[in-house]
């Protein structure tokens, strides 16, 4: 199953090896939360009393939490371009669902595209076909299907006709096949039917969300830490943000914890903190191809004494 809202640097396609690792405590801290991806994973298997989810952004808990509320039921808005960036600081789900490989920051489609993107859009949700119709597209054999999912399946069948079309140039120099799964692909619908099967989550009277620096959230006694922070030497927080994470604060501050803490990193200092465990995991990149990575999960050195305890499972 998916988990949380789909967001860059997101857990889900790892939550459950994640969560495999966390003993049993009262309280449970997702402090980096971003999509919220696991602390749901903690939430479904109802192992912790208490949850609290934080990050000092807070756009990712915002929109898992509007999802399980249920405001993206009747969602059909086609966002512009600068519809994008007009609303984009102030509406957590244009924000992802609109940005490319959700990254909150850029625009989710290329110039050439957009048109036929909004095409595909008006013709599904609307049943408005104007649009095709002016770019020499015959949607109009979707009509009679009902459900938005089997429209924008039978759309994909159409799509042969546009790859040829000289107008898409940012296509040009790609495979047939990467042709087609960039112009099939309607990532806004797909992220909305993701957050619309959040409405079945549970177990949300014990949530709490935060929006702190982590620095300043109260951890109560018999708690487990998690910290799925920006990983060193990428993106993660774009380069244009000037509050950069600063990672030597972030080591000292683990140093000091009395808690158990587990933190998600590509790489961690070793002589400061120990790697419990890793796993490969693919990444997909701008290019449309996927890279291998490494994820793995440390924990401060100092709490080395209860690693083996935790392995032989007498926390869990």
């Known amino acids: 199953m998916r988990y949380g809202c789909v967001y860059k640097g997101s857990k889900n396609g790892i ?59 009747n969602e059909n808005r086609w966002i512009s371009r600068e519809d994008f960036f007009r609303l984009k600081d102030s509406d957590p789900y ?34 408005d076909y104007s649009l095709a119709d002016k770019l020499g597209l015959d949607l109009k054999e979707i009509e009679p299907i009902g459900n938005i999912y089997d429209r924008y399946i039978a759309t994909k069948r159409i799509t042969e006709k546009v790859i040829d079309d000289p107008r898409i140039t940012e296509l040009q120099g790609f495979s047939r096949q990467q042709q087609l799964e960039a112009l099939n692909r309607l990532q806004s619908l797909q992220y909305l039917q993701s957050l619309q099967s959040l409405q079945s989550l549970q177990s949300l009277q014990s949530l709490q969300s935060l929006q702190l620096d982590y620095a300043q959230v109260n951890i109560l006694p018999n708690s487990l830490i998690y910290c799925d922070i920006p990983y060193k030497n990428t993106n993660a927080y774009g380069s244009e943000n000037k509050n950069l994470f600063d990672y030597e604060r972030f080591y000292s501050w683990c140093e000091k914890q009395t808690e158990p803490v587990i933190i998600s990193e590509y790489e ?35 709490q080395e004494g209860i690693i083996e305890v935790w392995r032989q499972g007498e926390l869990f």
């Not at 994640?18 to 749901?40: E, K, W």
């Not at 669902?97 to 949700?125: C, M, Q, V």
């Open 15 to 73: 939550a459950e090896w994640v969560y495999s690792h966390f003993p049993v405590r009262d309280n449970f801290y997702d402090l980096f939360a971003g999509g919220c991806a696991i602390t749901q994973r903690a939430l479904i298997m109802q192992q912790f009393k208490r949850y609290f989810c934080n990050d000092i952004d807070g756009d990712g808990i915002k929109l898992f939490l509007n999802a399980i509320n249920g405001k993206y039921d």
């Open 94 to 127: 244009v924000k992802y669902a609109w940005s490319f490989g959700n990254n909150g920051r850029d625009y989710l489609y290329g110039k050439d595209i957009e048109p036929y993107k909004k095409a595909w859009h008006y013709a599904i949700f609307f049943h």
């Open 268 to 302: 961690m200092p070793r002589n400061r903190f120990i790697c419990i465990d890793e796993i490969e995991k693919s990444v997909m990149m701008n290019s449309g191809a996927d890279q291998k990575t490494i994820e793995r999960l440390f924990v401060p050195k100092h």
